[in-house]
């Protein structure tokens, strides 16, 4: 109670009564109290030195123990929390052995240099291998034997030294049967607290079917980009803004840009506003619906052409489903359309061909069944609308007698491709009528020139038939009335002939006899008069002959070169009395030897010659025949008699060939005739498969031109004699006034190679042969027309027989 620490405590002033009190700290070592031990006594007392020292000892000791319960409870504690941390251990290690073993990825723990130091079943059965112990001991060097690349095993340790870790690092590896597989890695390097490097450890995923994936989606996109672009249309992608993402080559070539110039750009960026303006409402329908938008659009070019577009838009969607943008193709459709219009063009006109046209038109099929029909055939057939007769044949509508052969006609056909043309066709029907038709019928062809049917179209010609099957009764009749005149003609030209015969014998007897001069032509008359009349009496017969068909062509062979020189030499004689150049020239390709009628072609030129010396009174005639046409067994020959007579005025000039007509009747009083001559020889040349036809001017002369058919002669005809081998080479001068003549006889002269010169007149001849002596190179032969204007062939001779500076030609 002295202590005044004290004095106010309750252990001293309570009930307890405390008067005594000592205290000795607790202290481990050198640190702070952790407590106090007090010895208290109601009695004051006082504490000696050895007191104090006990007590001291006490403390400490007291320390020690409370130090040694410390130690014990933190060792209790210790191993407790050793217990503890040893069992989350334990199950640490089960968990993460749980997770190493049954995790979908492989695991792995790996020297520096390829060695397995740990590898969980998953990679095992990545690398094919049963179990992870079979793995770690059959890969010893993880670079050599799995990575197809050792390289990228190379490039595995550098990363991670580099950069102690690495992720997504995919390679090629080898499983266990030598297959190929993808991987993708990611590991880390781990070391120890010294920071020494232990192993690397990581995941390894099977990646072989993403690779697989990524392949096909980017040989798809190889694909895709490749059949756009093969393709003739443009092609298109654009996102929600509007802005282009992709272009194909072709759309480039219809804006004219590259591929960059567009990218990223808009519509209004190309387009006039009003056309950028419908396409982007185009996009965002098409956006906004999500379904695909279809149009032709039609625009006009600066010169009023009109452009016709087909656009096809879809909406883009990612992988989401989401829309992000609008891709499109279009294509320029122009011809087309154009094409369409052309077609629509035609149908119409074969509607209307079909509904209006007279004739019957119709297509059938390869059953011979009816396609398509114009109007004219279903009105013919009783029917109202042409499209009730597809499917028809001609069997519903004809009698087998007709559409038998229709049917047979149009499957030969399909079958070889000829078609029928202008066949007659008798048409029956089942009510016994009768009609005729001329039916042509060709392949049905399609696109591709397959025969798929035919096509038909007949004309109704029975009026025309009826008309013909008249003509020809009137022709019978006509032909027998002919018949009968030429037996009447016959009789009666049987019963003139004696009489005319008995009159020319009895003035042929008063010629002879010594009669006077007037009673001598008078008899003379007689004669001329009575083979007049025998000539008329021929012509008649001959015409009336070819009237009623009984004239006949016979067919021989003969030499053609003698018949027409035969035929001139006859009239050579009344030529020249009327003082008429008469020549004829036959063209050297013409054969000498062909297949005819000889009596009749020289009848017919006889009659062309007679006429032209008739009605020529100066001039000349000449006759020309040249080949038309000249093949193995057929010969055509062209024959021009041509004069310088009085002509035939071209209003005239057809009635000179009618039975008994000629030009003017005052041409029969000049000149006498029956006027049946020419008709004759018209009819004869018909008959030898040609036509006489006329060529005139009045004053100016006339042309009579006719063709001939022959055959080739059958017996090898001898070749044309040769000309004398001393004639090639001669020298011959040809001495006449006039010109064709001349022509013909230089033109013959050259072909048998005889070298020649020519001369109008006599003058003229003489200054030739005088200039051929000179050089050295005299005319050996001069062949001189008697007549030569103003003097005569006879006077030139003399001339050049006289002048001794002129060998004397022969």
Request: with cysteine; aromatic share 6%.
């Given at each position: ?8 405590h309750?252990a001293?002033?309570?009930p307890?009564g ?7 700290p607790l202290?481990?070592?050198s640190?702070p109290?952790?407590g ?7 009695q004051?007392?006082t504490l000696s ?5 006990a007590l001291?000892i006490?403390?400490?000791?007291v320390?020690?123990h409370?130090?040694?319960r410390?130690n014990?409870?933190r060792?209790e504690q210790s191993?407790?929390d050793?217990d503890?941390?040893?069992?989350a251990l334990e199950?640490a290690?089960a ?6 073993e049954h995790v979908?990825?492989?695991?792995f ?7 397995y130091?740990?590898a969980n079943?998953?990679?095992?059965r990545i690398?094919g ?22 390289g990228?095993r190379?490039?595995?340790i550098?990363?991670?030294?580099e ?7 995919e390679s ?6 030598g297959?190929i ?6 590991a880390?390097?781990?070391?120890d607290?010294?920071?020494?490097f232990?192993?690397?450890?990581g995941?390894v995923e099977?990646?072989?079917e993403?690779?697989a994936?990524?392949?096909a989606?980017?040989?798809?996109e ?5 059949l756009v672009?093969s393709?003739?249309?443009n ?9 282009f993402?992709?272009?194909?080559q072709?759309f480039?070539?219809?804006l ?5 110039h ?5 519509d209004a960026?190309?387009?006039?506003p009003?056309r950028?303006a419908?396409y982007?409402?185009?996009d965002?329908q ?7 938008l279809e ?11 009109r452009?016709y577009?087909h656009v096809?838009k879809?909406p883009?969607?990612d992988?989401s489903g989401r829309v992000?943008?609008v891709q499109?193709i ?11 219009a052309?077609?629509?063009?035609e149908?119409?006109?074969?509607r209307?061909?079909?509904d209006?046209?007279p004739?019957?038109i119709?297509?059938?099929?390869l059953d011979?069944r009816?396609i398509?029909?114009?109007r004219a055939?279903a009105e013919k ?5 042409p499209r009730r007769l ?5 069997f ?5 007698e ?8 149009e499957?030969?056909?399909?079958r070889?491709?000829?078609?029928v043309?202008n066949?007659?066709?008798k048409e029956?029907w089942?009510d ?6 001329r039916?042509?019928k060709?392949?049905?062809?399609n696109?591709?020139?397959r025969?798929?049917?035919t096509?038909?179209?007949s004309?109704d010609?029975t009026?025309?038939?009826q008309?013909?099957?008249a ?14 005149k ?8 049987h ?5 005319l ?7 042929d007897?008063?010629?002879?006899s010594p009669?006077?001069?007037e009673p ?11 083979h007049?009349?025998?000539?008329i009496?021929d012509?008649?017969l001959d015409q ?5 068909g ?5 067919q021989?062979?003969f030499n053609?070169r ?17 003082g008429?150049?008469l020549?004829?020239?036959i063209?050297?390709d013409?054969?000498?030897?062909v297949?005819g009628d000889?009596?009749r ?9 007679g006429?032209a010396v008739k009605f ?7 006759l020309?025949?040249?080949p ?8 055509r ?6 004069d310088?007579?009085?002509?035939v005025?071209p209003?005239?000039q057809?009635?000179i060939?009618?039975?008994?007509r000629?030009?003017?009747?005052s041409t ?5 005739g ?5 008709a004759i ?7 030898m498969?040609?036509d006489?036809?006329?060529h005139?001017q009045?004053g100016?002369g006339s ?6 058919e022959?055959?080739s002669?059958?017996a ?6 040769p ?7 001669l020298?011959v001068?040809v ?5 064709p003549s001349?022509?013909?006889l230089?033109q013959t002269l050259?072909?048998?190679g005889?070298?020649t ?19 050295g190179?005299p ?9 030569l204007?103003?003097s ?11 002048d001794p500076?002129?060998?004397s030609?022969?």
């Amino acid at each position: 109670t002295q202590d005044p620490a004290w004095a106010a405590h309750p252990a001293a002033s309570g009930p307890e009564g405390w008067r005594f009190y000592a205290g000795f700290p607790l202290r481990a070592g050198s640190g702070p109290a952790v407590g106090v031990m007090c010895v208290m006594d109601r009695q004051p007392r006082t504490l000696s030195s050895s007191q104090v020292e006990a007590l001291q000892i006490l403390a400490r000791q007291v320390i020690t123990h409370l130090e040694l319960r410390r130690n014990l409870r933190r060792l209790e504690q210790s191993l407790a929390d050793h217990d503890r941390s040893q069992a989350a251990l334990e199950l640490a290690e089960a968990r993460f052995h749980s997770l190493f073993e049954h995790v979908g990825q492989g695991v792995f723990q790996t020297t520096a240099d390829g060695h397995y130091l740990a590898a969980n079943t998953a990679l095992a059965r990545i690398y094919g291998y049963d179990s992870p112990q079979e793995l770690r001991a059959a890969v010893q060097d993880i670079r050599g034997q799995l990575y197809v690349d050792p390289g990228r095993r190379d490039e595995f340790i550098r990363r991670m030294r580099e950069q102690g870790s690495l992720r997504h690092f995919e390679s090629q590896v080898r499983r266990k049967d030598g297959s190929i597989i993808w991987i993708s890695e990611n590991a880390h390097a781990v070391y120890d607290a010294e920071g020494r490097f232990l192993y690397y450890e990581g995941t390894v995923e099977d990646i072989t079917e993403r690779k697989a994936a990524e392949e096909a989606l980017r040989n798809s996109e190889l694909l895709y980009h490749s059949l756009v672009e093969s393709l003739p249309q443009n092609i298109f992608r654009k996102d929600r803004e509007g802005r282009f993402t992709f272009v194909n080559q072709v759309f480039c070539q219809t804006l004219r840009r590259p591929a960059e110039h567009i990218l990223g750009r808009t519509d209004a960026d190309f387009f006039p506003p009003e056309r950028a303006a419908q396409y982007r409402a185009d996009d965002l329908q098409v956006m906004t619906t999500e379904r695909p938008l279809e149009k032709i659009e039609e625009h006009v070019k600066p010169d009023g052409t009109r452009l016709y577009v087909h656009v096809i838009k879809t909406p883009l969607k990612d992988a989401s489903g989401r829309v992000i943008g609008v891709q499109g193709i279009f294509w320029d459709e122009t011809e087309r359309y154009r094409m369409e219009a052309d077609l629509a063009y035609e149908r119409d006109l074969l509607r209307a061909l079909l509904d209006t046209v007279p004739d019957a038109i119709y297509f059938k099929d390869l059953d011979s069944r009816f396609i398509r029909a114009s109007r004219a055939l279903a009105e013919k057939f009783g029917v109202e609308d042409p499209r009730r007769l597809q499917g028809k044949t001609d069997f519903h509508f004809f009698t087998a007698e007709h559409a038998l052969p229709a049917y047979e006609d149009e499957q030969r056909i399909i079958r070889t491709g000829e078609p029928v043309l202008n066949k007659t066709e008798k048409e029956t029907w089942p009510d016994g009528r009768v009609t005729w038709a001329r039916t042509s019928k060709l392949p049905y062809r399609n696109r591709s020139g397959r025969i798929i049917g035919t096509i038909g179209v007949s004309k109704d010609i029975t009026d025309l038939i009826q008309t013909e099957q008249a003509l020809e009764q009137a022709r019978d009749d006509a032909l027998q009335a002919a018949r009968l005149k030429e037996a009447i003609l016959a009789n009666m030209s049987h019963k003139l002939r004696t009489p005319l015969h008995t009159i020319i014998g009895t003035a042929d007897l008063l010629l002879h006899s010594p009669l006077g001069e007037e009673p001598r032509e008078l008899a003379r008359q007689i004669r001329d008069s009575a083979h007049t009349l025998l000539d008329i009496l021929d012509n008649i017969l001959d015409q009336a002959r070819l009237q009623s068909g009984q004239v006949h062509l016979e067919q021989i062979d003969f030499n053609l070169r003698d018949l027409v020189e035969g035929a001139v030499e006859l009239l050579a004689l009344p030529a020249g009395k009327k003082g008429l150049e008469l020549t004829c020239w036959i063209h050297p390709d013409v054969p000498p030897q062909v297949r005819g009628d000889p009596t009749r072609l020289r009848q017919v030129l006889l009659n062309l010659l007679g006429n032209a010396v008739k009605f020529t009174a100066r001039g000349e005639v000449q006759l020309r025949v040249g080949p038309v046409r000249l093949q193995p067994d057929l010969v055509r020959l062209r024959f021009e008699v041509e004069d310088t007579g009085i002509g035939v005025p071209p209003e005239q000039q057809a009635r000179i060939f009618e039975p008994f007509r000629q030009a003017e009747s005052s041409t029969t009083r000049r000149f006498g005739g029956s006027g049946l001559g020419l008709a004759i020889a018209r009819d004869l040349v018909k008959l030898m498969r040609g036509d006489l036809e006329v060529h005139s001017q009045p004053g100016q002369g006339s042309t009579f031109t006719f063709e001939v058919e022959l055959r080739s002669a059958r017996a090898a005809s001898a070749p044309p004699e040769p000309p004398a081998a001393h004639l090639r080479g001669l020298r011959v001068l040809v001495v006449d006034d006039h010109a064709p003549s001349r022509r013909i006889l230089l033109q013959t002269l050259r072909v048998w190679g005889v070298v020649t010169g020519e001369a109008a007149d006599a003058p003229e001849a003489l200054r030739l042969l005088r200039e051929a002596a000179a050089t050295g190179a005299p005319y050996e032969v001069a062949l001189v027309d008697t007549t030569l204007g103003q003097s005569s062939g006879l006077d030139l001779a003399r001339t050049v027989r006289d002048d001794p500076h002129l060998p004397s030609p022969r």
